[in-house]
Structures are given as structure tokens and as C-alpha cells.
């Protein structure tokens, strides 16, 4: 996939654990890790701008853009 998902490297940045981060942006535990693990197939963007919102960064901090290989 071209798409790859950065959160794990925010979090990480921010000292913030999934719980808190979870807790914050009103999502499941298990759905948040989906997410931080690149197991989706989308994200909503209210989903995407509250994260934003908690981590005080932008969508381009978040989601890399990588050329697939083929």
C-alpha cells in the first residue's frame, strides 16, 4: 500500500500511551490500534482530525505518502 501510517512515531514523540490517546479522541482501544498499526483500510476524517487535535500535529505528520514498488 502507498499509504503509510505514522501515529505510532507521533505518540511516541508526544509520551502519549494508546489509552490516553484513545480516551482522548473518544475511540476504542482495539479500533485506535488498528489504526497505529496500519490495519485499515481508511479513516474517517472526524476520526483523523481529532487525533490531529490531540496530538497537536497535521494529517502530514501522521500519513506518509510512498510510491508502491512494483
Given at each position: 500500500?502507498?499509504?503509510i501510517l505514522r501515529l505510532d512515531?507521533?505518540?511516541a514523540d508526544r509520551?502519549?500511551?494508546l489509552n490516553e490517546l484513545a480516551e482522548r479522541v473518544d475511540i476504542s482501544n482495539v479500533n485506535l490500534s488498528k489504526?497505529?498499526?496500519g490495519k485499515?483500510?481508511?479513516v474517517r476524517f472526524t476520526t483523523l482530525n481529532a487525533i490531529c487535535k490531540a496530538l497537536e500535529?497535521?494529517?502530514g505528520d501522521i500519513l506518509e505518502y510512498k510510491e508502491d514498488e512494483d
Open positions: 500500500m502507498a499509504i512515531r507521533m505518540m509520551k502519549m500511551s489504526i497505529k498499526t485499515v483500510n481508511g500535529c497535521q494529517p
